[in-house]
């Protein structure tokens, strides 16, 4: 084997994912070679039964990024449903958030999380397209964990709710150095929908999802005041 492709197989097995994330992005550089390791890599962690984590997300993104074959089969084989299992206590679907954000087209998942977190919350909030902040306690323990779980594991654990909450208490709860931290405001101005947003991991910790927050402060601290967290 590589030397550099034993010290990348090192890196994975580790359990330190400061090691493992940047290991999983350079690996397909080996091409089958990587890939078997990455392979091994993930039966290990199966064997383990543990949660699913930002390690199996970002595997799977790099998995779909490959245009190998073998990468494809792997994906197929190990993740024919996305890496996140959907817990809904309304039995609510939210597999295209999973398929959108394992492609990493974070612009299209905000929206279908906004239409999922109205869903889950009141046929009312669907119909009308937006969410009341007094509907967000409506919103199952269940289904938005699922929704913020989805968003940890396949943004490197950036992106979530929990993520947003943990900034928010960090800065006091004061909702202007919450929206410049996250950069939802800069310049004394309200960043502009969609175009002003970062749809990738170069954004800021905590930058995504949107939802439908940026119509008030009301419905987010509903959610960040959920039994959810």
Sequence with gaps: MDTRLTELRDKLFSGKEANQLP??????????DG?????????????????????DGKIH??????????????AQSHYPNGVVTLRSEKGIDYQQIQIL??????????????KKLCEAASAAALARGWLY??????????????????????SEGKFGFSVQRKIW?????????????IGWKKSGSFTRYPNEFIWNLDAPRGHLP????????????AIFSHPAW
Excluded: C, H
């Excluded at 890939?35 to 390690?55: C, G, P, S, W």
């Excluded at 954000?101 to 906004?114: G, H, P």
């Excluded at 949107?210 to 601290?221: A, F, P, V």
């Design 101 to 114: 954000l394992a492609k990493q087209d974070f612009e299209e998942a905000d929206r279908i999380t906004s």
């Design 169 to 181: 208490l960090t800065v006091g709860k004061g909702w202007e150095k919450f929206w410049l931290k």
């Design 210 to 221: 949107l939802s439908n927050q940026l119509r008030g402060n009301k419905t987010m601290q």
């Design 133 to 154: 902040f007094t509907e967000a306690k409506s919103i199952p323990i269940s289904d938005l964990q699922t929704i913020n779980q989805l968003w940890l594991v396949y």
């Design 61 to 74: 993104q790099i998995l779909l990024q490959s245009d190998l074959p073998k990468a494809i089969a792997i």
């Design 35 to 55: 890939l078997d390791v990455l392979d091994e890599f993930i039966q290990a962690r199966k064997a383990t039964n543990t949660e699913a984590t930002l390690i």
């Design 23 to 32: 290991a999983i992005a350079e690996i397909v550089v080996f091409g089958e």
